[in-house]
């Protein structure tokens, strides 16, 4: 069906397949409420959605989580989504990984907490660094190509050289370095998990320095508080990606549920197609009619689309104020006063999960 102006087909979906996941890092931004195994939608919903999602012009389609090898029928849904003629990127922990349930996938994004194993197990709050080891061993065997991600936050900020040696070891194509994004678990964790403004700067030269030398694409994802403008989030509401939540929810955002009165539509009630074209919750801030000053007038406005909408209203409780990231944002103090904060001793403040 030909889309209506305005509305472009979106190129990737996230499917959160499940948030059950063995890992407890307590930088996840998944929701603090978790869909429970039972809410989960069943193997020929999430097919049925991959065959929406493609109709409607998806390409990639990345499986998450929590952790997606929880679910026993993964090689079903790869082999559909794969038979769709879609790309397929696994968001994996590593944990239970083996090379019959790498089969159809095209690309395989694993997770690292630190690039030594006691530092590693502890945020991740189970004993998991030698499984991920074994689980690039397994991508790299299948030959697939292997991204490695970590997200950075101020336990692990300071290892920035020790996890490109690590990514390196692993057989890593790509590495990405990834400052913690404020939600979900990472928000309630946030005063033990954000870094200092010293720490930002020599993980940032650390980066460059690395790029330099290795021979492994590095992506830095920057420290979006310490920044003077927002980051692009999503490269703009409903532009691009989708997520469909464990539960069927779907989102402009992984994140978006935090937001109240945003009308989320669920999969099992409305094709997603409808949904995603004129849907309250993806109409809600699509586009640039939606701003307000000091975003309105502002040059910048497509290149970051005035922030990120969940953090607007998780800061400022309005979804349609400028992302107080912003130094022209008036409620820049906010963000300010979250980094002029007294340092938390991590050693003595457990990070919750
Ligand atoms: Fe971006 Fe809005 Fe700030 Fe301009 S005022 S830089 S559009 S967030
Ligand atoms: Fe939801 Fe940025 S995380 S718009």
């Given at each position: 069906?030909?889309?209506?102006?305005?509305?472009?087909?979106?190129?990737?979906l996230?499917?959160?397949?499940?948030?059950?996941?063995?890992?407890?890092?307590?930088?996840?931004?998944?929701?603090?409420?978790?869909?429970?195994?039972?809410?989960?939608?069943?193997?020929?919903?999430?097919?049925?959605?991959?065959?929406?999602?493609?109709?409607?012009?998806?390409?990639?389609?990345?499986?998450?989580?929590?952790?997606?090898?929880?679910?026993g029928?993964?090689?079903?849904?790869?082999?559909?989504?794969?038979?769709l003629g879609?790309?397929?990127?696994?968001?994996?922990?590593?944990?239970?990984?083996?090379?019959e349930?790498?089969?159809?996938?095209?690309?395989?994004?694993?997770?690292?907490?630190?690039?030594?194993?006691?530092?590693a197990?502890?945020?991740?709050?189970?004993?998991?660094?030698?499984?991920?080891?074994?689980?690039?061993?397994?991508?790299?065997?299948a030959?697939?190509?292997?991204?490695?991600?970590?997200?950075?936050?101020?336990?692990?900020?300071?290892?920035?050289?020790e996890?490109?040696?690590?990514?390196?070891?692993?057989?890593?194509?790509?590495?990405?370095?990834?400052?913690?994004?404020?939600?979900?678990?990472?928000?309630?964790?946030?005063a033990?998990l954000?870094?200092?403004?010293?720490q930002?700067?020599?993980?940032?030269?650390?980066?460059?320095?690395?790029?330099?030398?290795?021979?492994?694409?590095?992506?830095?994802?920057?420290?979006?508080?310490?920044e003077?403008?927002?980051?692009?989030?999503m490269?703009?509401?409903?532009?691009?990606?989708?997520?469909?939540?464990?539960?069927?929810?779907?989102?402009?955002?992984?994140?978006?549920?935090?937001?109240?009165g945003?009308?989320?539509?669920?999969?099992?009630?409305?094709?997603?197609?409808?949904?995603?074209?004129?849907?309250?919750?993806f109409?809600?801030?699509?586009?640039?009619?939606?701003?307000?000053?000091?975003?309105?007038?502002?040059?910048?406005?497509?290149?970051?689309?005035?922030?990120?909408?969940?953090?607007?209203f998780q800061?400022?409780?309005?979804?349609?104020?400028?992302?107080?990231?912003?130094?022209?944002?008036?409620?820049?103090?906010?963000?300010?006063?979250?980094?002029?904060?007294?340092?938390?001793?991590?050693?003595?403040?457990?990070?919750?999960?």
């Open positions: 069906m030909a889309e209506p102006p305005g509305v472009a087909a979106p190129f990737g996230l499917a959160e397949l499940t948030h059950r996941c063995p890992l407890r890092c307590g930088y996840c931004s998944n929701p603090v409420d978790l869909v429970a195994r039972g809410d989960e939608l069943d193997t020929a919903t999430w097919c049925s959605v991959f065959d929406q999602a493609r109709a409607l012009g998806v390409l990639q389609v990345h499986l998450s989580g929590g952790e997606p090898l929880a679910r029928d993964l090689p079903e849904l790869v082999g559909h989504a794969a038979g879609c790309y397929v990127n696994l968001v994996t922990s590593g944990l239970g990984l083996t090379v349930r790498l089969a159809g996938v095209d690309h395989v994004q694993l997770s690292v907490q630190d690039a030594d194993e006691a530092g197990n502890r945020i991740a709050g189970v004993k998991a660094f030698g499984a991920k080891l074994r689980a690039a061993e397994v991508v790299r065997g030959g697939l190509p292997l991204t490695v991600n970590v997200v950075l936050h101020r336990l692990n900020v300071d290892h920035v050289d996890l490109v040696a690590l990514a390196e070891r692993m057989g890593a194509d790509r590495l990405e370095l990834a400052h913690t994004q404020y939600y979900g678990w990472a928000l309630r964790n946030r033990a954000l870094p200092t403004r010293e930002v700067a020599r993980a940032a030269g650390a980066v460059a320095a690395a790029r330099s030398r290795s021979g492994m694409e590095i992506v830095h994802v920057v420290a979006d508080y310490h003077a403008h927002p980051k692009p989030c490269h703009g509401w409903g532009a691009r990606q989708l997520t469909v939540a464990p539960n069927g929810d779907v989102l402009p955002c992984p994140a978006a549920g935090v937001i109240d945003l009308g989320v539509e669920n999969v099992r009630d409305r094709p997603l197609g409808d949904i995603w074209r004129s849907s309250p919750a109409t809600a801030f699509r586009g640039f009619d939606w701003m307000r000053e000091p975003c309105r007038s502002c040059a910048r406005r497509e290149l970051d689309f005035g922030g990120c909408r969940c953090q607007a800061l400022t409780g309005d979804a349609a104020a400028t992302d107080p990231v912003c130094t022209l944002s008036p409620h820049r103090g906010l963000v300010d006063a979250i980094l002029a904060g007294d340092p938390t001793d991590v050693e003595h403040r457990a990070v919750v999960r």
